[in-house]
């Protein structure tokens, strides 16, 4: 199953992956990985309402997740392609260890909140951030920040991530 996009995005499903990404990528499948919503009907009907009714929609926890877009049984076809999305670094960086190929993850949006600081706009980190960042990079992963296709990617790299621990 070809994975389209890997994003980062603590808003999961909204306008710049709807009408932005998925317009561009034309995913059959969007995979929302996210415990806590994984395990709420009524988050997984919200969220799976708000996409377009020719993608489906699979909200699961990261183990299922990983299912999904490994090559066992549980996996997606093979010929369709497909969105991930994730709320935090940490959740990316688990499925990675689960053995899911991330080549390439946008980070989207990662809002202001506590203990956290502006890496670039729209992308702030705590030190956990920082970290499953750092291990994504070491496990081969590139980072790219771009809210939508159009946009100038922003390289996140070690340097960059350096440069904010600096700042401390």
């Given amino acids: 199953m070809p994975l389209l996009l890997a994003r ?8 710049q992956v709807t009408v932005g990404w998925c317009r561009k990528l034309e995913p059959d499948h969007l995979v929302l990985c996210n ?16 996409v ?5 929609v699979w909200v699961r ?6 299912a999904l877009l490994g090559d066992g049984p549980e996996a997606l076809p093979a010929d369709e392609g497909a969105v991930l999305l994730t709320g935090g670094p940490a959740d990316m960086l688990d499925l990675a260890r689960r053995g899911v190929p991330l080549p390439v993850v946008n980070v989207g949006g990662m809002h202001i909140g506590g203990g ?13 951030d920082v970290a499953s ?36």
Avoid: C, N
């Avoid at 415990?35 to 708000?50: F, G, L």
């Avoid at 377009?52 to 489906?56: D, L, N, S, T, V």
């Avoid at 350096?162 to 401390?168: H, K, P």
């Fill in 8 to 15: 980062i995005d603590d808003r999961f499903i909204h306008g």
């Fill in 35 to 50: 415990d806590e919503i994984a395990a709420d009907p009524w988050q997984r009907r919200v969220y799976a309402s708000s």
């Fill in 52 to 56: 377009p009714p020719r993608i489906r």
């Fill in 61 to 66: 926890d990261r183990a299922g997740t990983a």
């Fill in 116 to 128: 956290k600081r502006e890496l670039l706009e729209s992308v702030y980190v705590d030190r956990a």
């Fill in 133 to 168: 960042l750092r291990a994504l990079l070491a496990a081969g992963s590139r980072l790219t920040a771009q809210t939508v296709p159009g946009t100038r990617a922003v390289e996140i790299d070690r340097a960059l991530l350096d440069t904010l621990e600096e700042a401390r």
